[in-house]
């Protein structure tokens, strides 16, 4: 327990870490150095890996366990004593994916490292790859024998990153493919938005505070806002981008988990089934979106000069940007639109949920009007600047009655210790822990297809919006906000 200027009592639920080996497939790529060696450093270095556990990174370049530490040390900051320890616990098997004996060859290193430390070790397998190989790998895995679980207890988990499908049919065969070689149990899918420090406190703030549930709800709420906003374009992923979209990259996983996580009724506890039952039970109860109000109900736009991006098609009507209101048919949201917009090349780096509360029903500050009165909003600021600001209605000092919108902000970084953590460092240590809580459940998957595939099968009758690079998105978007008084908080 914890006690100092900022926190009175600190409990971690945290249990130990487990010895276990993580395998790291795509092991010489630009996630595994850039993301998951740092983030496992970090976790050595809080002494949240347990000192028998190994990585071995897999890929097909030739390395040695001595050249694949060179080629990650530059990427650990430094010479720290502690990176060199943790890179002792790195070792590397090269292994070239549809060879099935390079598998076996890799179940044989498993098991050598594995009888050097005195307890049992539980495996966790990474796949830093593109989606398309996760059929080929999973196959050769499972006949190697590495999916099998030996049935005392120990585990065998697989780690995918996303995409999962591309629509409600493919995402429905990548499953039945999976779960002939794994059951769930075993599959920790990953949105790494999960991971955000913001995104699990929303949780925390929910339901571990009686203050917001009692408002937290259509009786007290206006609408809702969650922004995922980026300034940077493209870049040097048009390949993969082009054929995606801004919808199928962000909205079906993201944004809805987002969403989920701020609407969503109080589990029955903390447990991963729990948690994510109620997330399903969210996701379904959004009203579907209707062929004849898509154009009043979602903009889709298009950035200037995308089409000139190296890499893509120079008649792409793929979107970059995508706003959208959602209502949700529920007791707790009947009537409150939740506006989600996110974009490439916009204004700022910024994501946030804006919670915005209805008006006062009436003001005694005569002449002000309640309807003049600021609302109350409370916003969770995802990135960059991790935190919560809470704006209300409060006298400005002085002898003259003024009064106007206070806001109270709270800053992550403003903590002792509050340095910047990587959504992965949360999310390895959580899969190394067995704690899918944070990974997403195949039915979470089929739900939120099932609500973006009827519109991605008329995606293409809907208006593309351009707009330029640096501005808060095509005016379109406010198109969302037709006959209300409503309008887009500012992206800066
Ligand atoms: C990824 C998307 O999942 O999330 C990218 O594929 C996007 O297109 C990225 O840029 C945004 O993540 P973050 O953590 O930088 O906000």
Redesign the pocket.
């Known amino acids: 327990m914890l006690e100092n200027n900022y926190w009175r009592g600190n409990f971690c639920v945290e249990v130990n870490p487990a010895p276990g080996t993580l395998v790291i497939f795509g092991a010489s790529g630009d996630l595994a150095k850039r993301k998951l060696f740092p983030a496992l450093c970090h976790l050595y270095r809080r002494g949240l890996l347990h000192e028998e556990s190994r990585i071995v990174g897999c890929a097909r370049t030739d390395y040695s366990d001595a050249t694949f530490r060179d080629h990650l040390r530059g990427e650990l900051n430094g010479n720290c004593s502690e990176c060199e320890r943790f890179l002792d616990r790195v070792h590397y098997q090269r292994l070239d994916y549809g060879v099935p004996a390079d598998y076996t060859a890799l179940s044989r290193r498993l098991d050598e490292l594995e009888s050097s430390g005195e307890l049992p070790a539980n495996r966790t397998i990474y796949l830093a790859m593109p989606a398309a190989l996760y059929p080929a790998i999973i196959g050769e895995l499972s006949r190697a024998g590495l999916l099998t679980e030996p049935g005392d207890g120990r585990w065998r988990h697989v780690v995918l990153e ?1 995409p999962f499908g591309r629509d409600s049919a493919s995402a429905e065969e990548l499953d039945r493919f999976l779960h002939s070689h794994l059951h769930e149990d075993q599959i920790y899918r990953i ?3 999960l991971g ?1 420090e913001t995104v699990q406190n929303i949780m925390m703030l929910r339901f571990a505070n009686l203050i917001f549930e009692p408002v937290w709800n259509a009786h007290y709420i206006d609408h809702v806002q969650l922004t ?1 906003a ?1 300034t ?1 374009g ?1 870049e040097h ?1 048009a390949g ?2 082009d054929h ?1 979209g ?1 919808l199928r ?2 909205f079906q ?2 944004m809805l988990e987002m969403l989920a996580m701020a609407a969503m009724e109080m589990p029955g506890s903390f447990s991963p089934d729990a948690v994510r039952d109620e997330k399903v039970k969210l996701i379904e109860s959004i009203r579907p979106f209707r062929r004849e109000t898509f154009a009043e109900d979602i903009v889709r736009g298009q950035y200037q000069g995308y089409r000139q991006e190296p890499g893509v098609a120079p008649d792409s009507r793929t979107e970059t940007f995508v706003a959208a209101k959602i209502m949700i048919d529920n007791w707790r949201w009947k009537g409150v639109p939740f506006y989600l917009r996110s974009g ?1 090349k916009l204004a700022a ?1 910024r ?1 946030e949920i804006a919670i915005v509360f209805k008006n006062i029903p009436h003001s005694i500050f005569a002449p002000i009007r309640a309807e003049e009165m600021q609302p109350d909003t409370l916003v969770l600021r ?2 960059p600047d991790e935190g919560m600001e809470l704006t209300i209605q409060a006298k400005q000092p002085g002898p003259k009655l003024c009064m106007g919108g206070l806001t109270l902000n709270f800053r992550y970084s403003d903590l002792p210790g509050g340095e910047q953590f990587e ?1 992965y460092e949360r999310l390895l240590l959580d899969a190394m822990l067995g704690d899918q809580t944070l990974f997403i459940r195949s039915d979470v998957i089929a739900a939120s297809w099932r609500l973006f595939t009827p519109v991605l099968e008329h995606w293409d009758a809907l208006p593309l919006a351009e707009y330029s690079p640096g501005t808060q998105g095509p005016d379109e978007a406010m198109r969302l906000f037709a006959g209300t008084q409503r309008e887009w908080r500012e992206i800066r």
Do not use: G, I, P, T
Request: aromatic fraction near 12%; charge should be positive; avoid cysteine.
């Open positions: 996303k949105d790494h938005y955000k995922v980026e940077l493209v992923r993969y981008y995606v801004l990259d962000m996983n993201h490439k780096r994501s995802v990135q959504a």
